[in-house]
Structure formats: C-alpha cells, structure tokens
C-alpha cells in the first residue's frame, strides 16, 4: 500500500497509514489497516493485540454502512485468521 498514487487510481481508495500523521491530523488513526472484499476496498480497521486477543477497537466503512449479510461473515471469518497469525487467541470487538 506503498503507492498511494496508484492504489487511488485502481480501485478509488485513498489510503494512508498515519503513524507518522500528528494525532490531531490525523482521519482514521496510526495504525489503521485496509479492508479488501473481493476487488474492493470496502473500509478500514484499527485493531489491536492486548493480552493475547485481538481487540478490534474501531471500523470504518466506505459507504458509512455497517457491514452486514455475506459482507460481515467474511470480515469477521478473515478477523479470525489475521487474528491467528498474531498468535491471538480470539477476536474481541470493541467498536
């Protein structure tokens, strides 16, 4: 996600990770991640590893819609796994 420039001119998403962004300036927040469905970007996540679990503390979505139906199922499914490869035992959502 490197090249914001041409991540823009794909799929229409303007992505920045804001860590280095002052906390006032900053949208989303320091670490915020993208959410990819399908071909689409569909929001941003600010998640968390706090005492073995991942805490997903706020979501974003693109159209202010919360996910729903076979959109939130698969969000959840690959919070699940991302939250495995931080050796997390679960998921918590916070938001």
Known sequence: MWDR???AALFGFDYKWEIYTPKEKRKFSAYTLPVLYGDTFIGRIE??????QLVVENVWSENGKPFEG???TAFEKCTERFAGLNECGGVIYSY
């Open 5 to 7: 420039k041409l991540i």
């Open 47 to 52: 998640a968390v590893k706090k005492d073995r």
């Open 70 to 72: 076979a959109m939130k």
